[in-house]
C-alpha cells in the first residue's frame, strides 16, 4: 500500500506513520524505528567538515530490557523495565546513546520528523522552528546541535519495524509504504540491557568463590574486581597462543600441557588457566591432560591454597601447589625431550632479577610457552645512575636528569634486553600491555613461543651485536638473563668472550 500526500497536506502522511507506531506500542509488535539522514555519497560531496561535522546521519532505536530501583523506606526493590534505547549517529562525531520511556517514543519521533522539515524553513512564523528544538530528542554532538541548514543534510526518511510489517515514511517524496514481514522474521522480544560478557572462564567456575573473588550471585566481591578481569584477561591472551581449537590438526595437537606458576602469590591465574584448559580438554574428548604446578617460598600460604584445589575435586586434583624457590626449582629440573608434550611457564610480578631466573627456567628446560609480568626493575637503574652521572655529553643526558623519566627508561631498557635475549635464544617475542593501567600499573606481558632450531641460529649474530649495542649505549654490563645465558655484556664490544662462557652456551645448545 501507498499512499501520496497533496501539496499543503504533507503532514497527513506523516500522521499516518506515527499513528502506526502507536499502534505496535499498544499491542506489543513493536522491534525497532530507523531515521537516516544524509548518505556518504552525500556527504563527500561536501568537501567543507565544517559544514557537515556533527550532522545526524542516523538515529536507531530497539527495545531493550533494563532495570530500575525503587525504595520503600529502608526498603530497595529492582524491578525490569522496558525501554527504547535510542542511538545518535552523527557524522565524524561521536554517538551518543539515550534510553526513553516507551509511552514517549511516538512523541519523540514525532518531534524528530517537525524538527528536521522546519528548521530548514525561514523563521518569518515567528521563530516557530526554534520551538520544534526539544533538547530531550534532538541531543547535540560534542560539535553542539545538529542544523540541518541544507536540504541534503536533513533526515529524509524513517522505518519502522514491527512483527508483522516493515513501515517506510519518505520524507523527500511525502510517501508512505507497508511490507508485510514473514514468520521468519526477528520477533520484538527487547534484549537484555546488561548483556552477558563473552569470557574465556564462565563466572560459575567453583574457584572463583573459593578464592574469594566473586560472591554467590556471580559479582566480583569488594575490591575484586581488578583481579577478576585481569584472570579473564590473562587467560584469553594464553588461549590465542596455546595450539589447541577447531583450526590445529590432530598431528599438532598435544597430548599433555604442563604449567608452571613460578611465584604463583594466592595462585589466582593457576586456578584460572587451569579451570580453562581443563574445560579444553572436555571438549576435545580428552585428546590431551592438564596438569599444573604453582610455587611459592611462603609455606602458609601454600598450604592454604592446596587445601582449596583439593577441596574443589576434579579437575583441580591435577593442580599441585608446592613451597619452592625459582632457584631451587630451577636446580631440579633437567632438559629432556618432552615430545608432544606442550609447557607453559608462568611468572607474573616475580620481583626484580627472579623474572629473569623463572625466563632462564623456562629456556633451559626448552619450555615451549614463556610468559611474565616483570616487576621491581633494580638491576639495571643503579648501573644508568652512574653511567648518567659519568656521561654528561650522553645524547639522552637532558633526558636522565629527571629520576621519574631515568625509572621509566630503566624499565624499557630491562624488558628490551629481554626480549632480544629470547629472540637469542630461539624464542618468538612479543611485549605489550595486557590489561589497563588502572588495574595494576605493572600491566606490561612478555610472551615468548619456541621456534625451531634452524629459526634460532638464523640471526644470532645480528641479534647479539644488537644487543651489545644497546647495553654498551646505556652503560649497562650486567644483566641477570644475559648473565644465565652466557652472554657477557661488554662496555666494549668487540671484546672476547670467555672459555666458561662458550661452554655454557655449548651446553644448553645456545648460540656460539
Known amino acids: 500500500m501507498t499512499a501520496t500526500a497533496d501539496q499543503g497536506k504533507d503532514t497527513s502522511i506523516m500522521n499516518s506513520f506515527l499513528t502506526e507506531l502507536q499502534a505496535s506500542i499498544q499491542q506489543q509488535t513493536f522491534s525497532s524505528i530507523t531515521l537516516y539522514g544524509p548518505s556518504k555519497t552525500t556527504l563527500k560531496k561536501i568537501t567543507d567538515n565544517e559544514k557537515t561535522r556533527g550532522c545526524l546521519i542516523r538515529i536507531t532505536?530497539?527495545?531493550?530490557?533494563?532495570?530500575y530501583s525503587s525504595k520503600n523506606g529502608n526498603k530497595k526493590t529492582t524491578c525490569p523495565s522496558t525501554q527504547c534505547q535510542v542511538t545518535y549517529k552523527y557524522h565524524l562525531a561521536t554517538d551518543i546513546v539515550k534510553n526513553w520511556p516507551l509511552s514517549s517514543v511516538p512523541q519523540s519521533i514525532q518531534s524528530l520528523l517537525l524538527w528536521t522539515t522546519s528548521t530548514s524553513k525561514s523563521d518569518s512564523d515567528g521563530n516557530k522552528s526554534s520551538l520544534l528544538l526539544d533538547p530531550s530528542v534532538v541531543v547535540p554532538s560534542e560539535w553542539g546541535t545538529p542544523t540541518p541548514?541544507?536540504?541534503q543534510l536533513r533526515l529524509h526518511t524513517a522505518t519502522l519495524e514491527t512483527t508483522t510489517a516493515r513501515y517506510q515514511l519518505d520524507l523527500r517524496t511525502n510517501t508512505l509504504s507497508r511490507h508485510e514481514i514473514t514468520s521468519t522474521a526477528a520477533t520484538h522480544t527487547p534484549q537484555p540491557h546488561d548483556r552477558s560478557k563473552a569470557v574465556p572462564v564462565s563466572t560459575e567456575a567453583p574457584m572463583w568463590q573459593a578464592l574469594g573473588i566473586l560472591n554467590e550471585q556471580g559479582k566480583p566481591r569488594l575490591n575484586m574486581a581488578s583481579k577478576y578481569k585481569q584472570c579473564q584477561t590473562f587467560v584469553q591472551l594464553l588461549a590465542q597462543r596455546i595450539p589447541f581449537g577447531s583450526e590445529t590438526s590432530s598431528s599438532t595437537m598435544p597430548k599433555k600441557i604442563l604449567v608452571t606458576d613460578m611465584g604463583c602469590g594466592r595462585g589466582y591465574l593457576t586456578f584460572a588457566l587451569h579451570h580453562y584448559l581443563s574445560e579444553q580438554q572436555e571438549k576435545h574428548d580428552g585428546s590431551f591432560t592438564v596438569h599444573s604446578v604453582g610455587m611459592d617460598v611462603r609455606p602458609k600460604l601454600v598450604q592454604e591454597i592446596q587445601g582449596i584445589a583439593d577441596g574443589l575435586g576434579p579437575p583441580f586434583d591435577t593442580l599441585q601447589f608446592m613451597t619452592s624457590t625459582i632457584e631451587d626449582y630451577t636446580s631440579t629440573m633437567r632438559t629432556s625431550d618432552h615430545g608432544e608434550d606442550y609447557q607453559i611457564l608462568m611468572a607474573l610480578h616475580a620481583c626484580d632479577t627472579a623474572t629473569d631466573d623463572a625466563l632462564w627456567a623456562g629456556i633451559q628446560q626448552e619450555m615451549d610457552l614463556l610468559v611474565v609480568a616483570p616487576c621491581c626493575h633494580r638491576q639495571i637503574r643503579p648501573q644508568l645512575d652512574s653511567y648518567h652521572a659519568q656521561q654528561k655529553q650522553h645524547a639522552?643526558?637532558?633526558v636522565w636528569q629527571y629520576n621519574i623519566y631515568r625509572e621509566r627508561h630503566a624499565e624499557s631498557v630491562t624488558d628490551t634486553l629481554r626480549a632480544l635475549l629470547l629472540e637469542w635464544a630461539g624464542y618468538q617475542v612479543q611485549v605489550f600491555e595486557f590489561i589497563g593501567g588502572e588495574h595494576t600499573s605493572k600491566?606490561?606481558?612478555i610472551t615468548a613461543v619456541r621456534t625451531?632450531?634452524?629459526?634460532?641460529r638464523k640471526n644470532a649474530g645480528e641479534l647479539e651485536q644488537r644487543i651489545q649495542s644497546l647495553?654498551?649505549?646505556?652503560?649497562i654490563h650486567q644483566h641477570t638473563l644475559a648473565?644465565?645465558?652466557g652472554l657477557a655484556l661488554q662496555l666494549v664490544p668487540g671484546q672476547d668472550v670467555n672459555n666458561e662462557t662458550v661452554k655454557k652456551r655449548s651446553k644448553?645448545?645456545?648460540p656460539q
Open 471 to 475: 647495553a654498551s649505549f646505556h652503560g
Open 508 to 510: 644448553y645448545g645456545l
Open 61 to 67: 532505536g530497539r527495545l531493550i530490557q533494563s532495570k
Open 452 to 456: 625451531t632450531a634452524a629459526t634460532r
Open 443 to 445: 600491566n606490561v606481558m
Open 149 to 151: 541548514q541544507q536540504s
Open 483 to 485: 648473565q644465565h645465558l
Open 396 to 398: 639522552l643526558s637532558d
